[in-house]
């Protein structure tokens, strides 16, 4: 069963813009602290940004500044505004939501920046 439900991936160049957004329902996952992941090809997972339900974004160094996380809580929706995008930002990113033990990942979408 398919929870997260993540878009917006694509190709951009240097420079640009994107905006990525998760879809979950809300009935489900509103209580969970939810956060973007991202995983360049041969890498790990990393935090790009989160946001604790009730709680203050958060963001990974090498985004800050340049990306914004943000939810709506009542239409079900992650999104993460991704400005003044590099090449080293080329990857697949995930949604997650988490609480307590129960951890759920989306299938990720592919973030590809041209130089």
């Known amino acids: 069963q398919v929870h997260l439900v993540e878009s917006g991936g694509a190709v951009v160049q240097a420079g640009g813009s994107l905006r990525l957004s998760c879809a979950y329902r809300?009935?489900?996952?509103?209580?969970?602290?939810m956060a973007w992941y991202r995983q360049a090809s041969g890498g790990q997972r990393d935090l790009v940004a989160r946001?604790?339900?009730?709680?203050?974004?958060e963001y990974g160094d090498s985004v800050k500044g340049r990306f914004t996380i943000s939810r709506d809580y009542a239409k079900g929706r992650l999104f993460l505004q991704m400005d003044t995008l590099t090449p080293e930002d080329s990857a697949v990113y995930y949604c997650?939501?988490?609480?307590?033990?129960?951890?759920?990942w989306g299938q990720g979408t592919q973030v590809t920046v041209s130089s």
């Open positions: 946001v604790p339900k009730g709680g203050e974004p």
């Open positions: 997650n939501a988490q609480l307590g033990r129960n951890d759920f």
């Open positions: 809300p009935s489900v996952f509103d209580m969970y602290h």
